[in-house]
């Protein structure tokens, strides 16, 4: 049932929906729907954010515990300094700090578990229903692990390759292949500080251990500990993802499409794909070719099948197969309010749980399909690789049934799409640059390139809906700074019109003139929020190139509006990397000066990089200009 919330929409009125609207979100094609629905009292996650605040002020400075029975305690000064247990201040905000890191690396290397043992199940004969869609790769990352591929074929490679990758996760390996490529002097910090990254999930469960009432109270081993765990993610969960992504699904490469709710069509069936792991994703979009399903289209007498990626299910599918993407976060629970949508078909990560409640407002079906990601008021379809197909089908066709649910009268689209190039793989950069980076470490020593900034992350209603990334992303090409970007930051700028060849226009002097000549944007979309790793393997290749640690690069990261856990693992390996990285929303960590400290200063002796944290988009692209700056004179350039 649409339960409307009445005593919210009693207090709504014309001029402050209008305010509203406007404090919520930058995205101009979201504009109408965000005041649609205040108008119809649709709560939305903007609402939730108003009813919740203000916050409990021990919670938002990491001074709570509920960590164990004895609890839950509070640090409130002078009388209560300790937790029944007597963990202080500084070990509580660390403990809840690594346990918010390890879950953000967990959730992004369970994924790319699920992706290389798909990859397994071909090479083994269980899984038939996908092929190996980029086979060089596959070769090229065999040899990488030290098989000899020779007179193997692919179905082989495809078994030997993901025994030897699903081995990256255990406990007797005590090194990770991909992080291999990380420059020698990276390599060597990493030695030095204890943090090398060993077994994906070995560093995820120490990390869990560490969490453990009475097992350290040490905040800065504790915190250490964390940067290794977010390694193990980012050069090794996050990094198998996108490198079997490519195996299975294809390696991506400069494509055009669109973005933004207007991707919405009328005439069409319409089916969202939202969340993270592209193996349902990529099994849809050929199961709505399928003649049967074809033919039931015509029955129901829609014009065909519109697919429309949310997320970052919706980059994985951008990038590879030009699929139009409805939007980031904030976006999803918008594209129901269109009135078109037939079907929500989600897997796992950064589903708004409440979903159902906004789609049982329309004729939306919100579909789900991870066992480990069910939510109550959706249809359940199990999704395994074995069947995938079939799977895929029934959920396709499902949604083409619900076309004649839909009631017109409701239908609201009244946005255009903006156009987009994305599907900037580091292999698409190298081949756009005729098979080496050279050109762009050229142009950066000129200094026509200032350097990179890779812009990642999410949105949170602490912040205009898409203002910071865009506004920091903009701020950013005008000092002749090369944007790279992933998950929500990308869809952002897209939205913004970033992503277009014809944004060169916005960018500085030196820039610019590179992006026209070569035909980019001045914003290069690299993927999803895993393929923050491809932005690791390229910042590897420049240092590699130069033979120097990533930290002496002129580069440096940005979450302008992180909201989930897993952002605070890509923070963490960006820093571990060497990467400087602006947050523009304050982590829970404000009641230990001291962690602050560690963070913000004292990580510069351990990795030569650490976090600043500040809130204004312009004075962010002040401290990253600054940065890149000072780490050109360092390499004298
Ligand atoms: O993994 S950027 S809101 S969709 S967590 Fe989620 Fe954040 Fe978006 Fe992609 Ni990433």
């Known amino acids: 049932m649409c339960e409307l919330d009445r005593v919210r929409l009693a207090l709504m009125n014309p001029a402050l929906i209008e305010q509203k609207k406007e404090e919520r979100t930058f995205d101009e094609a979201a504009k109408p ?10 709560e939305t996650v903007w609402d939730r954010f108003e009813m919740q605040q203000p916050p409990c002020r021990h919670c938002e400075s990491g001074l709570s515990c509920s960590r164990c029975a004895m609890g839950p305690c509070r640090i409130i000064p002078p009388n209560r300094v300790r937790g029944v247990c007597g963990a202080d201040a500084d070990l509580i905000v660390s403990r809840n700090l690594l346990d918010t890191l390890a879950t953000g690396a967990a959730a992004h290397s369970d994924h790319g578990r699920e992706i290389v043992e798909t990859l397994y199940g071909i090479g083994m004969g269980t899984v038939t229903d996908y092929v190996i869609a980029d086979p060089g790769k596959m070769r090229r990352l065999a040899e990488e692990y030290g098989l000899s591929t020779a007179g193997m074929d692919d179905t082989r490679i495809a078994a030997e390759l993901g025994r030897a990758m699903l081995e990256e996760y255990g406990s007797i390996k005590d090194s990770l292949q991909i992080a291999m490529r990380a420059p020698e002097a990276t390599l060597e910090v990493w030695e030095k500080a204890g943090i090398a990254p060993r077994g994906i999930d ?16 040490d905040y800065g081993n504790i915190l250490t500990h964390g940067l290794r765990a977010s390694l193990s993610d980012g050069w090794g969960g996050s990094s198998i993802a996108t490198e079997i992504s490519d195996v ?54 829609a014009a065909g099948i519109n697919l429309v990626g949310l997320c970052c299910t919706g980059n994985e599918l951008l990038m590879r197969k030009g699929i139009p993407n409805a939007g980031n976060h904030f976006n999803q629970e918008l594209v129901i309010t269109t009135g078109a949508l037939e079907a929500m078909v989600v897997d796992y990560q950064c589903i708004f749980p409440s979903l159902p409640r906004t789609a049982s407002c329309y004729h939306t079906h919100v579909i789900t399909t991870s066992p480990k990601s069910k939510i109550p008021g959706s249809y359940y379809f199990e999704f395994e690789p074995e069947d995938a197909y079939a799977t895929a089908k029934a959920i396709v066709k499902m949604a083409v049934e619900n076309f004649t649910n839909r009631n017109p009268a409701r239908v609201f689209i009244p946005v255009e799409p903006v156009r987009v190039t994305t599907g900037f793989s580091v292999e698409a950069i190298t081949g756009a640059l005729g098979g080496t980076l050279k050109p762009l470490i050229d142009q950066i020593a000129s200094g026509n390139i200032r350097g990179a900034a890779g812009i990642v992350g999410c949105n949170n209603p602490k912040v205009k809906h898409d203002y ?21 930051a990308a869809i952002a700028s897209g939205k913004a019109g970033l992503l277009q060849p014809e944004a060169a226009s916005l960018a500085g002097p030196g820039l610019r003139p590179v992006c026209e000549s070569l035909g980019i944007p001045p914003v290069l979309h690299m993927g999803s929020c895993v393929d923050c790793s491809r932005i690791l393997h390229l910042a590897a290749a420049l240092g590699n190139a130069l033979n120097v640690g990533i930290h002496r690069l002129p580069l440096a990261g940005a979450a302008p509006e992180w909201y989930s856990q897993k952002a605070v693992s890509i923070g963490a390996y960006f820093v571990a990397s060497g990467v400087y990285t602006v947050l523009g929303v304050m982590p829970k960590i404000t009641g230990s000066p001291p962690v602050v400290s ?29 940065h890149i700056e000072r780490k050109r004179t360092e390499l004298g350039i």
């Open 202 to 217: 070995r560093d995820v469960v120490d990390a869990m251990h560490r969490v453990h009432m009475g097992v350290g109270a």
């Open 598 to 626: 560690l963070l913000t200063e004292g990580l510069k002796g351990m990795v030569h990089a650490s976090f600043a944290v500040e809130p204004d988009p312009l004075k962010a692209a002040d401290l990253i200009s600054d």
């Open 33 to 42: 729907f965000v005041e649609l629905t205040m108008r119809e009292g649709i």
């Open 468 to 488: 910071g990334h865009v506004t920091l992303t903009k701020e950013l090409i005008k000092r002749d700074i090369l944007c790279v970007e992933t998950g929500c």
């Open 248 to 301: 299975l699904f294809g390696t991506p490469e400069p494509n055009e499409s669109l973005v933004n709710l207007g991707v919405v069509r009328e005439s069409h069936v319409n089916i969202s794909l939202h969340g993270h792991n592209p193996l349902l994703s990529e099994m849809v979009v050929k199961a709505s070719k399928d003649p049967e399903i074809l033919a039931l289209v015509k029955k129901v007498g």
